[in-house]
């Protein structure tokens, strides 16, 4: 294969699934989508192994193979025009409000080459909450509707009737046709490009052109292993707490680095939880893979052959890996993240220069209320007051970039914007001083966010997250962020604490939301510090 | 004066390139170095030169001329080189790092060991007022003149050059950013002042925001600059109108482009990319890649269908700018750039550039560090005496001077230095056009490389070989085809108004014919020729939150604009959701004014006696042919190797190349196996 033609195919692939990507965030109805960038999509093999990739959410990608996978586990004939949907955890999904799509995409001979995959954040998927995440839920089926493969769509067109016993079992019917129509624009969208890609280069052509281009990334990601220096790593992370009385949850990683090889053994993790903190399958695996390739270049290609040097053991029945009907839709967040902090904070001792200090954690909250200018029931999402990026061996951390499972992908949306569609009063967004973990490096910031709820009549807050008792992990000799503090600011003056694991916070028109966001962890030993930065902080009120 | 001179002028890094055409309609290129401190001493200096080849002088010219259009690096350079002005930002209080945030977006989502640029203004001269308006436009807090009164005190008391105002909601109401802009222009008179109303009234505040901070950055130098033209211009005799290209490849008059500074940050290299789309209609091609090298940068854009790509929402030094404009690929490293070693001890050439002072260590101006003019000319494909037709001689000695501690580090000859200094900078302009085409899903061996610049013909046919293009070509213009390109460009503005209503609720007529009125109006001030006036709106659908631009044209009511939604919906995104809530978000009406058809063709420069020169290519030495390019017959073949000279440019054609003169003014080269 000439290098000019990989390199456009390559390319082509890429300009794909970012084509794809456009299409969904222009024409998603949800907040979650449109606004703050909560899917992903990518292309296939036959067989389901991931070939491109566009730059979303990083803890989706590793996962999307595995919805493929179910396809076809599932499906003896695949015909062209199928539509193929899941959500289910246990079958190819990775938790309940993570839709998919999974359309098939064939050559002009027939022959089923691609998988054109989209999978988006629905903002309610039913279960005893609103807004997909129960604090309180122990088992799968109070989290929410558990949509194994199904077939959504043939003969081009959508099954109506499945479509509307989805659209049954959400609070929001209107928003959640809306966001799989987008999704199905996209997966179509896709699919039509990389047919005109098969028209011009023919079948085998391009095969040949994805086989090789899977073949580099593997070669590239085997170089860059093979400068540590061999060994065996342990790192552990741990939970605040399950929701449900249980603290410290352990997350172990014993890392062996052999030659172009990685072994991450994941077993010594504690037992399965009873809140929703537990993983599935394909999440844990995704959780390994985000790790990895963090610590790889950025120019690596993040495909199935970068993945090929990585090997991952986890024992059934612990918090990574859950049986099945168990709660697990937090774990895109947690215990993903701290899956993450445990492999990095092994692999540090073996390439400090790569590992960074610990992003943010996760503290969500949904609102759900009624909007008095529109005179029907809203679900706004937080993705506001974002925590602070990790510090690293190049500089400081980035100021409210975000969480490890998104790395700055996630974007809090315009608060003008914000202010129009949801009956909420941004008093005050700005920077928290003194949250980012101390180091050579500083991590960066977190955030304060004052937010006035104009419900009308009391509105209901969910929480889900982790991360008020541990803070970002500091690298490297760097010092741990600060963690999260969120709480309601009531009439009557007093202030009450935000668990980040609790349901039905009752809060009354025009009372407040406190939030002040986790930093980041710190990079290297603090007394390294360049006066002229000590002196920059104080001067800019970064450190106060 | 229908008959006089219109006239171009682009400012590069290096050099300012003026074209004229002649009330004949032939052209005149003339060269005058950049003057990089005020750049329009070279525009002055260009002029005057242009009058001199034409038997005028400069006040003749002036005199007879009825249009000039000028493209500037001013901003472009103050944002990449992070030289802007020192900027305070009045903003809401309680929000203060809106443009830090990013809306918590980091590029690059896999290398999270990226540091994190540091913001245009630092925060602690972005100075909160106490103001806020409610998202339906009502006061949640009144403006309060004490705080203002404060942030304005800071503001001076820092040395802020310019005020970059930004309230929340000011796209739905400016009363208060406008009594803040007042009072800024009031306490700090010589500053210059931008309020985000006025610079982008759209919803966004990231959006809004930056590129108001971006126009406050670049604003005091650009119009500093664009006035002192004017001023100059007029003293030495010009009375007509001086109109700036912009980002979006369209020109307007000085004062429109010196109050938004910041429409000019593609302004140098638009005029490139108008040439260019004006050649595909005249033949060259519908597929081309232009590759402007100058003696800085080099630009790179794609024409795809005869068309060039315009977006919304570029950044520039990494920073946002939600305007229109075209899609152009920038690299920084052009003639002038620097060979060096770097961190790992291997040869890199540029991003630091010798620019037009000192110039190549050739130009014998004091330059004492190796530039690729300065390998050129060691491997012998400049000639010494001839550059820039004569007025510049080259000083190899200086060039072997500068080049030789490069040679000894790297452990080999200058002439071998001066090759991989060659040899590197062709592989970066290769992967430039690999950006701006293949990264972009487009295959780049089924265009045509356009080359134009003073210093794209020396390298365009290793970089055409390199990508396995086929073809290139060099129109006869080439060092001054920017210039040339600003001619063709028509006045274009837009006026707009958010509306966030459906179609049924809007006055379309009352509201289009208002746009239109206004449109009108504002181009009756500096343009009294033909109009064309489009209308179009940014529409959704009432859950999403980016909108869609919708062509207008022709719909005369409601049904019409929801149908035209639905249309362009399924087309951009496979499917339209009809039974729902539709937004018409704003209404624009964009206004071309048309400035007139023109052509120009280059004076044939007298032939020459075909020469010969000694050069070292790929390790050999050999004798090659010299041919004057601007003398070339129409029709004429020629095969390479050989080289082809005019006063301002060189092409070199490589083993195996076959060119022809194109008698519409181009030379088109297939490229050798």
Redesign the interface.
Known sequence: MDPITLAVIDNRLRAIVEEMGEAMLRTSYSQILNSSRDFSVALCSAEGALVAQADHIPVHVGALGFAVEAVLARFAEIRPGDVFLLNDPYHGGSHLPDLTIVLPVFAEDGARCFFSVVRAHITDVGGATHGGYNPEATEIWQEGIRIPPIRLGEGGALREDLLAMLCANTRIPRDVRGDLMAMVGAARLGAARLQELLARHGRQGLLAAVAAILDLAEAHARRILASWPDGVYRGEAFLDDDGHGREDIAIRATCTKQGGSLHVDLSESDPQCAGFVNSSYPNMVSAVRMAFAFLLDPEVSKNEGAFRPLSITARPGSVVWAEEGRAVTLCTSHCSNEIVEAIIRALQQACPERAMGGWGRRFRVAIKGRDPRRGRGFVWHLFHARPGGGASSAGDGWNAAGEWHSAGGLKFGSIEMAEVRFPLFFARHEFRPNSGGAGKHRGGLGCELLLRVEAEGPAIANTAGDGARHGSAGIAGGADGLPHRYSILRHDGSERLLRTKEAGVAIAPGESLHILSAGGGGWGPPSERDPAAIAADRREGYVA | MSGGWRIGVDVGGTFTDVIGLDPDGRSHLAKAPTTPEDQSEGVLEGLARLAAAAGLTLAGLLAATRRIVHGTTVATNALLERKGARVAMLTTE????VI??R??????????????PPPLV???LRLPVRE?L??DGSA?VPLDRASLDAALAAAREAGAEAVAVCF??A?RDPTHEQAAAAAARAALPAAFVTASHAVLPE????ERFSTTVVNAYVGPLVARYLMRLDERLRAAGYAGPLFIILSHGGVAPVEEAAARAVATALSGPAGGVAAAVALAREGLGQELVTFDMGGTSTDIALIAGGEARLGRGREVGGERIALESLDIVTLGAGGGSIAHLGPAGTLQVGPESAGARPGPACYGRGGTRPTVTDANLLLGLLDPDHFLGGAQKLDRAAAEAAMAPLAAALGLTIEQAAEGVRRLVNARMADGV?VAT????V?P?AATLLAFGGAAGLHASAVARD??MRRFAVPLFAAGLSAWGMLLSDLRFEVARSV?AAPEEVDLDALFAALEAEARARMAACHDGPLTLTRSADMR?G????E?PVPLDGCRDAAAVRAAFHAR?RA????A?EE?EVVLVTARVAAIGHLGEVAGRPLPAPPLAPGRRPVLLGGHRRELPVLRFDALPAGTELAGPALLESATTTILLEEGDRARMDPRGWLLVEVGP
């Open positions: 309680g929000h203060r790092d830090e945030m809306e918590g977006l980091k590029p690059a989502r896999y290398d999270l060991r990226m540091p994190p630092p925060r602690h806020r409610r998202a949640e929340l909601h796209w919803i966004k505040e990231f690999r293949v990264r972009r899903g295959d061996r990508l396995g966030n659908y859950e999403q939150v980016f869609i919906h951009l995104f496979t499917y959701l729902d």
